[in-house]
């Protein structure tokens, strides 16, 4: 797909302004518009937290405005091929996409102990407000997610595929992968610089302090994919079955109150906990060499 790259040739920095004035704009007009949508069928006075499918289409439209769109308008501007500029272009394997689906089942011991470090992290008393805030939206958060999960049924869990997994990973790592990181790497020739920027751009964009160790590693593990296999595909699968696997998690009521699942791990699961991260990370760590080297070879 040729575009026009009327910014091509711009300084980084002004393409990291014009790319942040996209974002911003397109969060409040998404919201502003699934708002909208909300009241013209449920009336002004409705809460929409008691509406599960219209949470979805919400979420749905924030992240196509707050993501999707903001990145493909911003390859138009910055660059003269679209798909190449956001690594479109390039197919994957399947074998790929199976280490992939593996790593991400071996690397959720990691992230769940992540999880539980970066709970443990105490502001000093100055910073108390700070942690207030921090952890009412981290309530607010995890409420939201608990309204679109308990929906039950197969037409809910779906949906939550859809929008959670699906969408979020493909508006995500066209933003953050996709154009964020091209942006940053003219910055900096080291792609490890890139990759680790990118992530902790992603972490904290969440606005979830109590989540941001392990997001950020998992989106800096999606940033190498990126650069090993030059194709935005293999980490918008990573990131899908990280999402679905969640989602699926949460849905099961045999499983959803679980401290594997929530990452709250009693003291009793630590040492377990570590020994099956210790395990599964290795065994992690082996498959990326040889993912690595099929992404330099296929």
């Given at each position: ?10 300084p ?30 449920h ?45 479109l ?16 089942v071996?690397?959720?011991?990691s ?19 700070l ?19 308990n ?14 997994a ?13 154009v ?6 003219r ?40 650069l ?67 992404g330099?070879?296929?």
């Open positions: 797909m040729k575009s026009a790259g009327y910014l091509a040739a711009q980084a920095g002004l393409q990291i302004l014009v790319l942040s004035l996209f974002i911003m704009g397109g969060n409040i007009l998404s919201s502003l518009s699934g708002m909208g949508i909300f009241f013209l069928i009336g002004t006075g409705a809460q929409i937290s008691n509406y599960p499918d219209m949470l979805r289409l919400l979420q749905f439209l924030t992240a196509a405005g707050t993501f999707f769109l903001p990145s493909m308008v911003a390859a138009w501007l910055f660059s003269d091929n679209v798909h190449k500029y956001l690594s272009d390039k197919k994957i394997s399947l074998k790929c996409v199976g280490i992939v689906f593996l790593n991400i071996l690397i959720s011991p992230v769940t102990l992540l999880s539980w470090l970066n709970e443990q992290l105490v502001f000093p008393e100055w910073a108390a407000p942690e207030a805030w921090m952890r009412e939206h981290e309530e607010m958060a995890q409420s939201f997610t608990g309204t679109l999960i929906g039950g049924g197969i037409s809910p869990f779906l949906s939550n595929l859809a929008v959670i699906l969408m979020a990973a493909v508006s995500e790592e066209l933003l953050f992968r996709g964020l990181q091209r942006i940053i790497g910055w900096t020739n080291n792609p490890h610089a890139v990759i680790w920027i990118a992530a902790v751009i992603f972490s904290a964009f969440h606005l979830q302090f109590y989540g941001f160790v392990p997001r950020m590693v998992l989106g800096a593990y999606f940033g190498y994919l990126l090993w296999s030059k194709s935005i595909w293999l980490p918008i699968c990573a990131h899908f079955f990280n999402n679905a696997i969640s989602v699926t998690l949460m849905s099961s009521e045999a499983l959803n109150e679980s401290d594997f699942v929530t990452g709250h791990l009693e003291e009793s699961h630590l040492l377990p906990c570590l020994l099956i991260a210790l395990t599964t990370g290795c065994l992690f760590f082996l498959l990326n060499r040889r993912l690595k080297s099929l330099t070879t296929d």
